[in-house]
């Protein structure tokens, strides 16, 4: 506060004005103080409305909008990057097992915490001729029941602040707010199924939101699944 006091002993209104006479470029070089400067309203006694002095002011609104949007769109990216980082390095770690009963434990208790998730659970529908893989970390679903959760066409859910199904996420259930179901189709080595992303942030999957990273998640596994499942065989 004396700092601020001392500098404005020292300068006043001519001497501020001589400045910018001598150096009429000032605020060219220096926009950013457009911001901050009142323009003079010129609106007159008998309701004559400066319209300059309005679309100035807009503007500068306009341009604040603007930044804060930019501000937006780079954390944004940033946040984007950070997930498509984790995202690869799970999936080289799903590539790096070396045997079927790893595959369960790096999905369930490895990728939580790579992808800083609360829960991921590995679920296939009982009752079909073709068996449940043999991983230890799978939680069994009724027949037909990956269709109830996902729909018959769907290959990914996304819901938050919701209820979740505790047959999928088992004691997880009170914790989950927010979940991510992605189908594992079924084939010749496994019937269907769903992998499924649980997180105690109710916003943190929703309706609408981009798919791409846990689609490449969900067929990762899946894929390294089969592998394994044809070397079994």
């Given at each position: 506060m004396a700092k601020k006091k001392e500098i404005s002993s020292k300068l006043n209104v001519e001497d501020i004005k001589n400045f910018l006479r001598n150096?009429?470029?000032?605020?060219?070089?220096?926009?950013?103080?457009?911001?901050v400067l009142t323009a003079p309203d010129r609106t007159t006694d008998d309701g004559v409305v400066d319209f300059q002095n309005m679309m100035i002011e807009?503007?500068?609104?306009?341009?604040?909008?603007i930044r804060n949007s930019q501000g937006h769109l780079i954390d944004t990216s940033?946040?984007?990057?950070?997930?498509?980082?984790?995202?690869?390095?799970?999936?080289?770690?799903?590539l790096d097992t070396d045997s079927i009963q790893h595959i369960g434990h790096?999905?369930?208790?490895?990728?939580?915490?790579?992808?800083?998730?609360?829960?991921?659970?590995?679920?296939f529908e009982k009752g079909h001729a073709n068996k449940i893989p043999s991983l230890k970390e799978v939680a069994p679903l009724s027949k037909g029941h990956a269709n109830k959760?996902?729909?018959?066409d769907d290959i990914i859910q996304l819901r938050g602040d919701v209820d979740v199904s505790e047959e999928i996420f088992g004691p997880a259930k009170s914790l989950v707010k927010a979940e991510a179901l992605v189908r594992i189709p079924a084939t010749d080595h496994n019937p269907p199924g769903i992998l499924s992303f649980g997180s105690?942030?109710?916003?943190?999957?929703?309706?609408?939101?981009?798919?791409?990273?846990?689609?490449?998640?969900?067929k990762s596994f899946h894929k390294c699944l089969i592998q394994w499942q044809k070397q079994k065989n």
């Open positions: 150096n009429p470029s000032f605020l060219n070089d220096n926009p950013e103080l457009l911001m807009k503007l500068k609104s306009n341009l604040e909008d940033r946040n984007n990057l950070t997930t498509q980082v984790q995202v690869h390095e799970a999936v080289l770690a799903l790096i999905v369930t208790q490895d990728w939580p915490d790579m992808l800083h998730i609360d829960v991921i659970r590995i679920c959760y996902l729909g018959k105690r942030d109710a916003d943190m999957f929703y309706p609408g939101q981009g798919t791409e990273l846990l689609r490449f998640l969900g």
